[in-house]
């Protein structure tokens, strides 16, 4: 095992060191949480702590693998007895434990944002997808902080308020009837757990030793309660986060947990980390510069010792497309200086740079203009086509069909097309599945099940689980490729699918759409069963046919095809949310325009909401700031288009927070990228007249001898 100290600056030592009681680690960015964080475990670890006493918790699925593979190469083997886990995991792991004391079953089902879309439209009598999302998420909202529907009733501001409130209430019993939970029930019921169950409590409090916490800062009030409820009186945990990082308030985090410790916890010691191993003191000097204005809970300034870098520069634009032509003249640049300075021998990757903005939609331009220069990219945090609400109703059938007792699927498939069974019998089925602690598919076929249920109930349900059983038998015996195609063409029509999608959408135009991924995804399927085309190469081969159900049965592997195809040398497209926690050398932020960053403030408008909203989108400009490691460019534009109409723009107020010295404010790309290939053009006439002049000489000696 490595020296838990070992490269380690002082402020990062006495953070690893610091194991006695509650710690606070300010960890600015770029300033090495991650490192501390493993490197803390292996502390642990060394004074004696069990690593199966361990809890390293995350926010994301990629940072707790991150961790993983960090803590495994410090202290090996003993990095898989830690549990290194997102919030969401280890609620199912204290659900899964004791979910039995509040009525769930040990394989309770976990619903994914379209399941509860769709049972929310159920709820609310509604069609319309943008209504049960704003349904959706003030229902997260109101979880988040701890309430539940009577409470959220009670406190409604207003009549719509009180109809969400009301349909919350429905949407309440039914997950308990189905058996069901989702995300955010998988931090409330915990609380729920450790809150009323004393022997619940005991219990995690003594299996955690020490819990560490990242991004503390994103964390949301019923996360903090989760929390303090794990750690208990002993108060054994190390949380690190960035109060100038804290970007997520529409999602319910709130810098209040961070005022909260020093009051819950007296005793807290508080660790800041401010020396920045990302990026040059140009950069972060830009970066203090503009997050200075907000109020400080805890000041810090980061600082660097990797040298002052290249001026930030600010590029001004006509409009979106000029915008878009300037950032890839600069990476065109940037990468033509490479060439020039190293003799044409090395160009800086296309993964070294990164164009960031503020919302999805800003994306295509640069797309267009990337396209047109023949630069390879890639837009982070787009849906991926299997993230689809069609594709997802296919895979349902398809995890059934391998899988009968997966719950989740059984509810989307069944209703996915309605087959004139109503909620009222799933929830029936539902609650005689957890009396006999069975799965809904089994419990579809249990004798006693007449006794709860009327007799057409029952005879819709049977048809349904014959019907889904003769698919898995055909499923099984179908092979290769045309087999496949068949065999889905068919079941889509007897399922009555491409019906239920115009019927539910509005638009026809988008009901298309939405038939023609169906057909693309199945032509897929058919192709990875071999024997005509390999889909994924995209080209003919003489594969080995395989069945469709084993096919299906690496349904959760298909999601992960397209980044395993992409080449990793690309130029990255990414809303600035998506871009926290990555870094890249050269960044381009891009929109910086009042409206859009800070995004629609009327600063008229002094209420605390106001402010609040305003100093968070300031910490969004500094965590795009950061993510810059060589060198930054913040480009506006003068004129934006708003609807079909081109509207006069301003530059974000943020640019001149930033203060960059009035040289360096503008900068030409293309000129830029001219004066480069001049400049190279007259390198290479200089080399070819030297050439020119070693074979002269070379003639000349031979005439001579």
Known sequence: MSAPSSGLNLAQQEAVHYVQGPCLVLAGAGSGKTRVITHK??????????????????????????MRERARSLIGKAAKE?????????????????GHLLGLKPQFSILDSDDVSSILKDCGGSTDAATARQWQWTISLW????????????????????TIA???????????????????????????????????REHWQAAMGHVLVDEYQDTNATQYEVLKHLVGPRARFTAVGDDDQSIYGWRGATLDNLKRLPQDFPNLKLIKLEQNYRSTSAILRAANNVIAPNPKLFPKTLFSELGEGEPVRVVDADHEEHEA???????????AGTAVSSGGTQFREFKEFAILYRANHMAKPFEKALRRAQIPYKVSGGQSFFDRA?????????????????????????????????????????????????SLFEALFSNSLGSRLPSRAVASLHEFGRFLNDQEYRARHTHGAQEAKDFLSAWLKDIGYQKHLYDSEENEKVAAMRWGHVLEFCDWMAGRCGGEIDDAAGVHTAQEKKSLLEVAQTISLLSTLNERDQDPNVVTLSTLHAAKGLEWPHVMLVGVNEGLLPFKMDDQDKSEGQILRLEEERRLMYVGITRAQRSLAVSWTRRRKKGRESV??????????????????????????????????????????????????????????
């Open 41 to 66: 475990i292996a502390r642990l670890i060394e004074v004696g702590l069990e690593p199966q006493r361990i809890a390293a918790i995350t926010f994301t699925n990629k940072a707790a693998s991150e």
């Open 82 to 98: 830690v549990l290194i886990c997102t919030f969401h995991a280890l609620g199912v792991r204290i659900m899964r434990h004791g």
């Open 143 to 162: 979880k988040n902080s701890g309430l539940d529907s009577a409470q959220a009733q009670a406190l409604a501001k207003d009549e719509n308020e009180r």
């Open 166 to 200: 009301r349909i919350m209430g429905r949407y309440e019993e039914r997950l308990a009837a189905y058996q069901s939970v989702d995300f955010d029930d998988l931090i409330g019921l915990p609380l729920k757990l450790l809150v009323q169950f004393p022997q619940e």
């Open 325 to 335: 032509e300037r950032a890839v003249a600069r990476i065109q640049s940037l990468r």
């Open 390 to 438: 069609e594709i997802k109703d296919l895979c349902a059938w398809f995890r059934l069909w391998v899988n009968n007792n997966d719950d989740p699927a059984f509810l989307r498939a069944i209703t996915s097309p309605k087959r004139g069974i109503g909620h009222q019998t799933l929830a029936s089925l539902g609650s005689f599945a957890s009396q006999y602690k069975a």
């Open 648 to 705: 006069a723009a301003l530059p974000s107020r943020f640019i001149a927070e930033m203060a960059l010295e009035k040289t360096t404010l503008k900068e030409d790309p293309r000129e830029k990228l001219k004066a480069l290939r001049a400049e190279f053009a007259l390198k290479a006439a200089t080399a070819a007249a030297a050439r020119a002049q070693v074979d002269d000489w070379r003639g000349t000696k031979v005439v001579g001898n």
